[in-house]
Structure formats: structure tokens, C-alpha cells
């Protein structure tokens, strides 16, 4: 058995913890039974509800917090260096923490998916199976999720000369999702349509046409489900890799982004047809760029041997250390490109993405790289993070307001990528992104001591 699992679950699941949890469950339970037993269909539909409860609980959010303080607690408790010394391998530690660290969450769990599954096979419901293996599915993906954020926590930290903390490290990963959906349902980003096939993926009923095929919509889901859990737990144990001193050669991160224009295109490929595929893809990676530019650590001086081998042409050596925001932003370029030559500019876009405007917003993302860059690599990079939002913040909101006042339209379109004046927007861009870059990299090639 792996050690690192079977340590985990004698921590987590030992006999003990096990009855109290036993004893809670048969608690609950009993009292619900006891409730429903005069109801009409008998107790069996109120134990289901009060299980899906329990899976939701137990599985999802005890789970996925299990997962994610897995590392975090060995910080807490100074072994964690002592377990990088250790022989095990990072696949071994990815999964023996992950199930191990969610062993009793896990055990309390099953008996929800147990209950809600007799109560689907009584009464006959069809795709009773797919939706069990949906929930499972989803909550393999959020722990896997946790885990990964608190290794890149225990990265940036370390970093920047700090301690990773649980509450910083999740309240960080929430509060990125959110600054995420509200720059996804911006007017640069087309009023969210870069993820506008998550909602048909996530309350489909019936069926799901994708790349102009119909599927049923619970199994679509739930293997989907699946397919992205497996890319978290790669990531995960891509991030493993890193903290156990081995390095990476750069191809599961451009693969799940390739992966995610692929599935989030395929939404948009009956209303629009390949361009329109193309472009939602491009703006569901372009997104990926800027995760990237905030979870990977400021290390300078990673950078300057990357520029340093790249200078040379020596790409054995740069590869390993590409920044991860290069690739989703290469990519998000080609794919517009790709929809320029597919569809062109105009009459075919008309109800959908601009791929002109989608040009501007490359631009816009070179610049806000560049920002985001000059703040990280600034004096004070515990605070980097947060005077890179309030700087992008200001410079879309305060500049905005200044050009509409300049001029409506084409002036906001200085500060914003908007598809009134898109060429306008593209030069704009351009010369803020060599502006921002060439401040970024004086802090980057600045000493240790003299980074400002």
C-alpha cells in the first residue's frame, strides 16, 4: 500500500473517528426515518434527500477542505520538508494525500450516494447511474481543485518569504474565480462569451449539442465531469513534481488549453460555425492567462534564466521554465487568428464574437501581463497581487470614464477593447503592453535587495 496513503487514512479514518462518525450518520438517519415514516412513499425519499445532503456536506466541502489543508497542515506541523526528502514519488503523494487527507469524508460520503441511488433504482429514474457518477465525479474535481490551489499557495508563498496559510490559500482561490467571472462578463470579453457553454453544460436537460453533434445531457455532463477532474488531478500532480525539486517539460498545461477551446467551442460551433467556435475558444484561454499570471510565483530569477536560454536559442533549457501565461496567451492568439482566416471580420459575426475586437483584447491582456508583472516583481511582493487588481481596476474603470468624457467611443475605446473602434483599441494596446513590459522588466532584471 502507498505509506503516504495509509498514513493519511490511519490520521483521517482511524477507528475511533470512524464510530463517532458512524454513530452521527446512524443519528441522522434514524431521526429522519423516524419523521417520514408516515409519509405516503414511505421513508426512502426523505433519506435520500437528507443523503444528498450528507454527499454535498461530507463530500464536496469537507472533502475538498481535507484535500486542500493536506499540505498545509504538514507546513503547520514542520514535516513537510522532511517529506520532500522522502523516496516516495509525486504520483504517489498526489493521490496518497488526496484520498487520504478525504478518507472519512469519503466514508460519510458513500452512504449519501448509497441512499440516493436505492431511492433511484425503486422508483426507476433514467440515467440514475450517470447522475451518481456526475456527483462523484464533481467532487473528485473540487478536491483535486483544492489540493492544486494549496500547492501553488505553498509556491507563491515560499516565494515570497512567507508562510501559506488554509484561509488565505481558499479565500485567494474564491476570490480568483470571482475576479474571473466578472472580467469573463466584460464588455472586452464580449459579455461573457468565452464561457458561454458552461450554463448549457451545467443545466442542460434532454440533450447537448456540441460541435453540431446531440448528446444526452446527463451523461455529456458527467463525462466531462470526469475528463476535467482528470486534468485537475494531472495539474495537481504536475504541482507535486515541482515541490518535490523535479522539473516539468511544458505539455499538460498546454494540453488541458487546448482541451478547454476545444469544449468550450464546441458550444458555440451550431450558432455560429467554426469562427465562432475559434474565437470562444480564444477567449475562454485568454482568461487562463491572466489565472496563470497570478498563481504562478514571482521568481525573477527563473525569468531571466528563461529570457536568458530563449536569447540563445537554446530551448531545451527554456522550454522547462516558460512562464505558465505564455502558453494560454500564444494560444489565444492563434485561435483568433485562425478565426480571421475562417470567417474574417464582420457579416459573419454579427450575433456573435467580434473577432476584431477579440484582436484588441490580445493586446489588452499583453498589456495587463505586463501590470500584473510590475507589481508582483515590485518591493513588496506579498502585496503584489493586490496592487495588480486595484491597477488593472483603475486603469479600466478610471480610464474609461476619462476617454468616454475625451470622446465616446473611439476615446473609451483607448482604455477598453471595444468592437466601435477595434483598430483603435489594438493600437492602444500595443503601446501600453511595450510601456508596461519595458517597466515590468526593469523590476525583473533589478537585484534581490533593489527591486523597485
Do not use: H
Request: glycine share 12%; aromatic share 10%.
Amino acid at each position: 500500500m502507498n505509506p503516504e496513503f495509509q498514513r493519511n487514512l490511519w490520521l483521517e479514518a482511524s477507528p475511533r473517528r470512524v464510530a463517532w462518525a458512524a454513530v452521527t450518520l446512524i443519528l441522522i438517519y434514524g431521526a429522519t426515518a423516524l419523521l417520514a415514516r408516515d409519509s405516503g412513499g414511505g421513508p426512502l425519499p426523505a433519506l435520500a434527500g437528507v443523503g444528498g445532503f450528507v454527499f454535498l456536506i461530507c463530500g464536496v466541502i469537507w472533502g475538498s477542505r481535507a484535500a486542500g489543508t493536506a499540505v498545509l497542515a504538514e507546513i503547520a506541523d514542520r514535516t513537510w520538508d522532511f517529506q520532500r526528502l522522502s523516496a516516495l514519488t509525486p504520483w504517489a503523494m498526489t493521490w496518497g494525500k488526496l484520498l487520504g487527507a478525504s478518507s472519512l469524508a469519503w466514508l460519510c460520503a458513500l452512504t449519501g450516494v448509497v441512499l440516493m441511488a436505492g431511492l433511484m433504482l425503486v422508483q426507476g429514474q433514467p440515467g440514475a447511474l450517470w447522475m451518481l457518477a456526475f456527483l462523484i465525479a464533481l467532487a473528485l474535481l473540487l478536491q483535486a481543485v483544492s489540493l492544486g490551489a494549496a500547492l501553488i499557495g505553498v509556491r507563491k508563498a515560499r516565494a515570497e518569504g512567507r508562510v501559506a496559510r488554509a484561509g488565505g490559500v481558499m479565500g485567494g482561490l474564491i476570490l480568483g474565480l470571482f475576479l474571473l467571472s466578472v472580467v469573463a462578463g466584460s464588455s472586452g470579453f464580449q459579455k461573457g462569451a468565452g464561457l458561454a457553454g458552461i450554463p448549457a453544460f451545467l443545466y442542460a436537460r434532454g440533450e447537448v449539442t456540441w460541435w453540431g453533434q446531440v448528446f444526452p445531457a446527463v451523461g455529456f455532463r458527467t463525462l466531462a465531469t470526469l475528463a476535467f477532474a482528470g486534468w485537475a488531478l494531472a495539474g495537481a500532480w504536475r504541482l507535486m513534481r515541482l515541490e518535490l525539486q523535479m522539473k516539468n517539460a511544458p505539455v499538460v498545461w498546454p494540453a488541458f488549453l487546448i482541451f478547454l477551446a476545444i469544449f468550450l467551442g464546441g458550444f458555440a460551433y451550431a450558432g455560429g460555425g467554426l469562427a465562432a467556435a475559434l474565437l470562444v475558444g480564444a477567449l475562454a484561454v485568454a482568461l487562463a492567462a491572466y489565472a496563470a499570471a497570478f498563481a504562478e510565483p514571482a521568481d525573477r530569477v527563473r525569468l531571466r534564466q528563461f529570457a536568458g536560454a530563449l536569447g540563445k536559442g537554446d530551448l531545451g533549457r527554456a522550454l522547462p521554465l516558460t512562464p505558465a501565461a505564455i502558453a494560454p496567451f500564444l494560444l489565444a492568439l492563434l485561435l483568433v487568428a485562425a478565426a480571421f482566416m475562417v470567417g474574417g471580420a464582420g457579416s459573419a459575426f454579427d450575433q456573435g464574437p467580434d473577432p476584431a475586437q477579440a484582436a484588441a483584447l490580445m493586446a489588452f491582456i499583453l498589456r495587463d501581463l505586463g501590470v500584473i508583472a510590475l507589481f508582483r516583481f515590485g518591493p513588496r511582493p506579498q502585496r503584489g497581487d493586490f496592487g495588480a487588481v486595484v491597477a488593472l481596476a483603475l486603469l479600466y474603470a478610471v480610464g474609461g470614464i476619462v476617454g468616454a468624457v475625451i470622446s465616446p467611443g473611439i476615446g473609451q475605446a483607448l482604455f477598453v477593447p471595444l468592437s466601435l473602434a477595434p483598430w483603435a483599441s489594438l493600437a492602444s494596446g500595443l503601446a501600453q503592453a511595450v510601456v508596461a513590459w519595458a517597466l515590468a522588466w526593469r523590476r525583473i532584471k533589478a537585484p534581490e535587495t533593489r527591486s523597485s
